[in-house]
């Protein structure tokens, strides 16, 4: 997975562009109802919606495990903390944290490293701290692309497993949380060779 990423940063450089995902700036009306202050974001690469959330006034903490993409995200902000490394290995201080937004990255592990990283997740939040979780949803157009590695999760590029949710499978995944809110999200985005497309994610806020 380092490699993957690491070697789509050094050729890409900011993949999505400046602005923010949808689902940030979603994020960011449904924390200000609460009262959230610091917000750690699991997978930032070079900080487009850690950025956002910095301009609301939020207290944002980074993990990325590409050098390229924390370079890149270092050179854009100084009000942010980054660490560089996977979030296998979080948590990476002994801070706990009201919310955490992780955009994009839940749908990357394998089923058994799933539960593990929302553990890790759930261990850095305070009592009552939110998760707010964006993942490809089973209505994306690439979903049964690709060799099938796990039920419905598909390899459709070298290097890089994507498991695709359902409502309920979403949903279930944060058994014994209190579920705030859920549903999709279109989020356009326009890079690379795929050029100007649309992907259809799910979200879920979650209270511990």
């Known amino acids: 997975m380092n490699s993957f990423w690491e070697e789509r940063f050094c050729e890409e450089g900011k993949i999505w562009g400046e602005n923010p995902s949808r689902t940030a700036e979603y994020a960011i009306t449904l924390f200000k109802k609460y009262p959230v202050r610091t917000i750690l974001i699991p997978g930032s690469g070079y900080g ?4 956002a959330f910095a301009r609301e006034g939020f207290d944002v903490t980074g993990i990325e495990i590409s050098p390229t993409a924390v370079a890149l995200a270092r050179q854009n902000s100084e009000k942010i903390q980054y660490f560089e490394g996977s979030v296998d290995n979080m948590p990476f201080d002994d801070c706990q944290y009201d919310a955490i937004y992780c955009f994009n990255v839940l749908h990357l592990f394998l089923k058994d490293p799933r539960q593990i990283f929302l553990k890790r997740c759930r261990d850095q939040l305070k009592k009552c701290g939110l998760m707010f979780f964006v993942v490809f949803s089973d209505r994306e157009p690439s979903f049964c692309t690709g060799r099938m590695v796990e039920e419905n999760t598909f390899e459709s590029k070298p290097g890089r497993a994507v498991h695709y949710y359902s409502r309920e499978d979403l ?11 859920e549903g999709m999200i279109e989020d356009p985005e326009d890079h690379g060779k795929e050029g100007r497309h649309t992907h259809l994610l799910r979200y879920i806020l979650a209270r511990k």
């Open 171 to 181: 949903i279930s995944e944060f058994d014994g949380l209190e579920i705030l809110k």
């Open 48 to 51: 487009r919606n850690a950025e």
